[in-house]
């Protein structure tokens, strides 16, 4: 390799780690200045010379200590956290199997009804959330955690996905699950479900995401406060007249971003797996 090669290499890795170092530092700065202004003693100004580190520990514990405790902070985390994992398990379950319905046996009109699901993805969410709320509304599911949950189990970004991951599954195993005497659900949870555990972590994740920060479906189908999913909760801290201070305010949405936040460092691996890999081993 030639000095000038050489170079040019060094060049480029020097370019690529500055702008990856630039990019985690816009990212990570708002997250961290939010955890500064939390642990700081009431008082400090927040604006004028800003702090680079947290200056009061015990300080931050209380903030959190008197939303939970004198908020309903945390039955919202409650109702958020069985709203977001009842909407998984549905969107998994009912996904799954219609993905392998789909993906690996055929019958009438299966073309035609895959592309109207497929063509839900393009009609925007706020056309839909009237018809919704109206069937909502007459199944007697208002101020309830199935008038929040069923509504979202269809999925049709999900069916898509585990699609695409069951259609690479091969059929000689199936045909031989048939032999060995597997049932149609026998074939679907010991082979099919196997064999898309990344498409199917994945799927969690994101829909987890989705569903932690979803404001606009709680806010129309939930009016009483025992009902309130964090999002609403924080809705009303960061109201222009909720008359809170920034750093409680600021201790909100630091208690609204941690869940998330540590779903997603957990599991990181797992979407680039799940986009990265077939839906076979080997």
Same mark, same amino acid.
């Not at 409650?78 to 709203?83: D, E």
């Not at 979202?152 to 599954?169: D, E, K, P, T, Y």
């Given at each position: 390799?030639?000095?000038?090669?050489?170079?040019?290499?060094?060049?480029?890795?020097?370019?690529?780690?500055?702008i990856a170092? @630039?990019?985690?530092?816009?990212?990570?700065?708002?997250?961290?200045?939010?955890?500064?202004?939390?642990?700081?003693?009431?008082?400090?100004?927040?604006?004028?010379?800003?702090?680079?580190?947290?200056?009061?520990?015990?300080?931050?514990?209380?903030?959190?200590?008197?939303?939970?405790? +004198?908020?309903?902070?945390?039955?919202?985390?409650? /109702?958020?956290?069985?709203? @977001?994992?009842?909407?998984?398990?549905?969107?998994?379950? /009912?996904?799954?199997?219609?993905?392998?319905?789909?993906?690996?046996?055929?019958f009438p009109?299966? !073309?035609?009804? #895959?592309?109207?699901?497929?063509?839900?993805?393009?009609?925007? =969410?706020?056309?839909?959330?009237?018809? =919704?709320?109206?069937?909502?509304?007459?199944?007697?599911?208002?101020?309830?955690?199935?008038?929040?949950?069923?509504? !979202?189990?269809?999925?049709?970004?999900?069916?898509?996905?585990?699609?695409?991951?069951?259609?690479?599954?091969?059929?000689?195993?199936?045909?031989? @699950?048939?032999?060995?005497?597997?049932?149609?659900?026998?074939?679907?949870?010991?082979?099919?479900?196997?064999?898309?555990?990344?498409?199917?972590?994945?799927?969690?994740?994101?829909?987890?995401? +989705?569903?932690?920060?979803?404001?606009?479906?709680?806010?129309?189908? $939930?009016?009483?406060?025992?009902?309130? $999913? &964090?999002? +609403? &909760? &924080? !809705?009303?801290?960061?109201?222009?007249?909720?008359? +809170? $201070?920034?750093?409680?305010?600021?201790?909100?949405?630091?208690?609204?971003?941690?869940?998330?936040?540590? #779903?997603f460092l957990?599991?990181?691996?797992?979407?680039?797996?799940?986009?990265?890999?077939? !839906?076979?081993?080997?």
């Amino acid at each position: 390799m030639t000095s000038a090669a050489a170079a040019r290499i060094s060049v480029w890795t020097v370019l690529k780690w500055a702008i990856a170092i @630039a990019i985690a530092v816009i990212t990570i700065f708002p997250i961290w200045w939010m955890i500064n202004v939390v642990f700081s003693l009431p008082g400090e100004p927040v604006a004028i010379n800003p702090r680079l580190w947290p200056t009061s520990l015990s300080a931050g514990l209380e903030k959190i200590e008197m939303i939970f405790t +004198q908020t309903g902070y945390l039955r919202a985390y409650g /109702i958020s956290l069985a709203y @977001a994992l009842l909407t998984i398990l549905g969107v998994l379950f /009912i996904g799954s199997l219609a993905a392998f319905e789909f993906a690996l046996f055929d019958f009438p009109a299966k !073309g035609p009804i #895959f592309g109207i699901v497929m063509l839900s993805l393009m009609v925007p =969410t706020a056309v839909t959330i009237i018809p =919704t709320y109206l069937l909502t509304s007459n199944l007697g599911w208002l101020n309830s955690l199935q008038g929040l949950v069923v509504p !979202g189990l269809a999925s049709a970004f999900g069916l898509f996905m585990l699609v695409q991951f069951m259609r690479a599954i091969p059929k000689d195993m199936i045909e031989a @699950a048939r032999l060995d005497g597997a049932g149609h659900f026998q074939i679907y949870w010991h082979v099919a479900l196997p064999l898309c555990r990344n498409a199917l972590v994945t799927l969690a994740i994101l829909t987890f995401m +989705q569903t932690w920060g979803n404001y606009m479906w709680p806010l129309i189908v $939930t009016t009483s406060p025992e009902m309130y $999913t &964090v999002g +609403q &909760v &924080v !809705g009303m801290f960061n109201a222009p007249l909720s008359h +809170q $201070t920034v750093d409680v305010v600021m201790t909100a949405n630091l208690l609204a971003a941690v869940p998330p936040l540590l #779903f997603f460092l957990i599991f990181q691996r797992k979407i680039v797996e799940g986009i990265a890999m077939s !839906g076979t081993k080997g």
